[in-house]
Nanobody, 120 residues
Framework: QVQLVESGGGLVQAGGSLRLSCAASGRTSSVNTMGWFRQAPGKEREFVATIYWSGSSTYYADSVKGRFTISRDTMYLQMNNLTPEDTAVYYC?????????????????WGQGTQVTVSS
């Protein structure tokens, strides 16, 4: 089992930045891909970004490309130039498989989420 705990969420004004972190514990050696998803009120959980160890490759949703950066170091998600549309609960996820998984089912472990609120 792998346990994931997100941190770094909060309230920020539009145009601001936040860095989310995901602390992993347990059988972390079994993890080959990590990702970030988000869920806004009344909406489905959506893919944000992923990184997989094979070649340290990254993949982003079009809505965040150029603004968000995912890194394997402490599994952080750097979010710049935030807009109110980025307001959501952000979830860290981990997979035993290696690949650019953009769907919920591609991941085996999930954190509890951290709230990000962007005011206009």
């Amino acid at each position: 089992q792998v346990q994931l705990v997100e941190s770094g969420g909060g309230l920020v004004q539009a145009g601001g930045s936040l860095r989310l972190s995901c602390a992993a514990s347990g059988r972390t050696s079994s993890v080959n891909t990590m990702g970030w998803f988000r869920q806004a009120p009344g909406k489905e959980r959506e893919f944000v970004a992923t990184i997989y160890w094979s070649g340290s490759s990254t993949y982003y949703a079009d809505s965040v490309k150029g603004r968000f950066t995912i890194s394997r170091d402490t599994m952080y998600l750097q979010m710049n130039n935030l807009t109110p549309e980025d307001t959501a609960v952000y979830y860290c996820a981990a997979s035993r498989r290696s690949g650019a998984y953009t769907i919920y089912g591609g991941y085996d472990y999930w954190g509890q989420g951290t709230q990000v609120t962007v005011s206009s």
